[in-house]
């Protein structure tokens, strides 16, 4: 289907609602509701499915509808089921602490789903935080991190190189990725941490006591739990469509009716709005995007690809658009270019590109990937106030935008000054953390 640059505008829209519309005293009330997001996304992503519809393809709109509904099934089952499981207990939340959560989050979200491992860790970091006052920057870099740049190394940690693996990229060849995977997020542990030090000489003397005082030992309910979760793992990674779909929502059933309501309704104070507000959302986001991705699709040929440059195009539109279907249109762009070796006949050179793109840059807005947007909405629907859209993007741009231009330089990008500025960025972003963990209160 050929479109023109004008089929984009719904998309626009729908991107330009999520970030202003929080923004505007008069909409910002009205927008939380799940209801009035929901009429949004029907009002631009339903006209363009008709017209898509009617103009001869319905067969985009059901794979459009399709990966929505297998997405939400994901994101849904996998909320329903961490939200049974709860970590007890108050740790301090010390930078030391709170890295080691951010760490482990970063090696599990491989293994879990980045999804997985957020839901699952989001919950114990904001607990373990409660006595503190900021903890935003906590929240950040758990998306940053865990629900993002930590589920590079198998086709489980996220969708577009599950996507990667069904057009016959080897299961295991994610795992050549590890020096880049370990790269990205020991930098931004480093940074973490440093930024982490400085808050903490920003809280009152009262929050500090209280943190330091209200300690008790760590416990897991529900544990019986993480088997459901090792089930949807299990499904993505071996059961096809549609019965991958059927066990997910098996598993969350059986999680909602076996699991304890005091566990899930006392202890986690589970609500059906964070999902709610991603699944209103991702509807406007997967419809709207049938046209921008036909568009993308008549625009690549055009573009002047190589390896940095198929990680810039693949990254920045995975951080506005939902980064599997845009894995996918350059991967089959890349698979009609020369190279050797290759990979699943692609490029292996443009493969790193592209896999390194829609994973690390779905952490530069809050819709790159589906977690960011319900990791936001537990920390709200927790009390705590989050980062509007554009702030978020400068969030992102200041603190991981570095680390990311670092990996390029250093293992992307060819020539000899590249490894050179790469290493003069890495040594810059370690000088600034260095800097900031010894900064007073009053700079920090």
Known sequence: MVVSWWAVLPFAAMLLSIAVAPLVPALAHHW?????????????GLPVALWVWLSGHPHLVGHALHEYVSFIALLGSLFVISGGIHLAGDIRATPRNNTIFLAIGGVIASFIGTTGAAMLLIRPILNTNKEREHVVHTVVYTIFIVANCGGLLTPLGDPPLFLGMLRGVPFTWTFTLFWQWLFINL?????YYALDTAMMRREDAAHILRDRTEIQPLKVHGAWQLVLLAGIV???????TPWREVIMVTLAAISWFAGSHDVRFGLNEFSWEPILEVAALFLGIFTTMITALQFLSTMAPKLPLNEVTFYLFTGGLSSVLDNAPTYATFFELASQLPGDPRVAN?????LVAISLGAVTCGALTYIGNGPNFMVRSVAESAGRSMPSFGGYVVWSLRELAP?????????????LWCKVLGAVVTLAVLGLAAARARSRPSAA
Not at 32 to 44: F, G, M, N, Y
Not at 346 to 350: F, L, R
Not at 403 to 408: K, N, R
């Open 32 to 44: 939380e509701k799940p209801r009035t997001q929901l009429a949004v996304a029907l009002v631009l």
């Open 187 to 191: 930098l931004l542990l480093a940074a």
């Open 234 to 240: 299990a499904a993505v990674a071996f059961a096809p």
């Open 346 to 350: 692609v490029p292996e050179a443009y």
């Open 403 to 415: 680390v990311l231009a670092a990996m390029v330089l250093l293992f992307i990008a060819d020539p």
